[in-house]
């Protein structure tokens, strides 16, 4: 039986010349939209037919034009947002525009796929971010047993230019038997930058987080970072020197490093037709068999974090560096969702729309696939392994 269901009975209403009076119960939905996949958007199509059907039913959006014609809005506010670096269109047509968001038809992923495996409670932050941390609950965690950790750049021109950014993503790779769980535990992207700058960057990102391996797209842009990491590198900001790196797959790439003995820690990734076309069917294979898990909603993230020991006392500028990794995340869904499929002849060709970005997917599309390189050689191992004790134990 359904709770508050009975109406109001204030006592004029026992008066005969009052019984007329009797009001019913109404029911209010107040939110902002979301996407079509939730509950929300069936009752709003549901409220949507009964009203049309001249039943007591109303339903109205509320676009921040109305806010703006009212004067409770600044236009200007509204514009610098819409300008920003990391502006979400997506995410602004639902917040303000009251429009829900569901994926088109010739959309190659599936938003469920990606908001099943949502389900990372804490990022992994760069080692300097746990020093504005003073609740002993997080702490930085060290590698486990047989745990790699990749480093993924998809590489920016310049800062300024359109659709143009660089995307870092770091992943851990828990074994589970004969397969790596992949576990997206913190992203951050940057407009552009020198060469110079970015290489640091990586450098910085690859020692804070003990990564094993950078993975890097050296077709293109890239090529110039690349060459950046093939020599020593002085980090002003951390008064530190970094050593040359080489590449571990490509013999052309690694005569580019001029130190014979550089580590080479260096995966290259050269874009093609085929290659992405790969990337996107392992990166949707991997979501649907639920073994590549991101870290949850920001809304979610940001209330974890307030329950943290002194998460209030600090500044707005610390508080949203560490809710960052959970908006970079959501971010990256909205860009996977709204690619769509061109291919033709079999392969698989993603599109973004216009005047929006496909870095982070491109990051995080490189990151798989070299899990899934690693995840052969383990395979590959393991069954070696098997042959040895069953030849000489059996």
């Known amino acids: 039986m359904k709770f508050q269901t009975a109406p109001r009975q204030p006592k004029y209403l026992s008066k005969p010349e009052y019984a007329h009076l009797k009001e019913r119960n109404k029911e209010l939905y107040l939110s902002s939209c979301w996407y079509k996949s939730h509950w929300s958007w069936l009752k709003v199509k549901a ?71 949502r389900v990372i409670p804490e990022p992994l932050y760069p080692k300097p971010f746990y020093n504005m941390i003073k609740d002993n609950r997080i702490k930085y965690r060290p590698k486990k047993k047989n745990e790699i950790r990749i480093l993924s750049c998809d590489i920016a021109t310049m800062s300024g230019k359109e659709n143009d950014a660089s995307a870092y993503t770091v992943l851990r790779l828990i074994k589970e038997k004969e397969h790596y769980v992949r576990h997206v535990v913190y992203l951050e992207s940057l407009v552009g930058g020198h060469t110079v ?48 790196f080489s590449c571990m797959n490509d013999e052309k790439m690694a005569e580019r490093c001029m130190t014979d003995d550089a580590p080479k820690n260096i995966f290259s990734v050269k874009g093609n037709q085929n290659f992405n076309s790969e990337c996107a069917i392992l990166l949707k294979d991997i979501l649907k068999r ?97 042959v040895i004790k069953y030849c000489f134990f059996s």
Do not use: W
């Not at 898990?293 to 610390?318: A, M, P, T, V």
């Open 197 to 244: 700058s970015q290489a640091i960057r990586i450098r910085q990102l690859f020692d804070d987080f003990d990564c094993d391996y950078i993975v890097l797209d050296t077709m293109g842009v890239g090529l110039g970072v690349y060459d950046q990491l093939c020599v020593s590198l002085y980090d002003k900001e951390r008064k530190k020197e970094y050593e040359p």
């Open 47 to 117: 409220f949507f037919k009964a009203m049309t059907q001249g039943k007591k039913y109303f339903l109205c959006g509320l676009p921040y034009q109305l806010a703006i014609s009212e004067n409770l809005l600044d236009v200007e506010q509204v514009q610098d947002e819409m300008s920003e670096d990391d502006f979400d269109p997506l995410g602004f047509s639902m917040e303000m525009e009251c429009l829900f968001f569901g994926e088109s038809q010739k959309a190659y992923f599936k938003l469920d796929d990606l908001n099943d495996n």
């Open 290 to 386: 639920r073994k590549m898990k991101l870290l949850i909603h920001e809304n979610d993230g940001r209330q974890l974090l307030k329950g943290l020991k002194g998460f209030n006392n600090l500044s707005i500028e610390e508080q949203v560096k560490l809710e960052l990794p959970y908006k970079q995340i959501t971010l990256l869904v909205n860009e996977v969702i709204n690619l769509s499929n061109e291919g033709k002849n079999g392969l698989i060709k993603l599109v973004e729309p216009r005047g929006q970005r496909k870095d982070r997917y491109s990051s995080l599309t490189y990151a798989n696939y070299f899990a899934n390189v690693l995840e052969k050689d383990l395979q590959k191992q393991q069954k070696d392994n098997d």
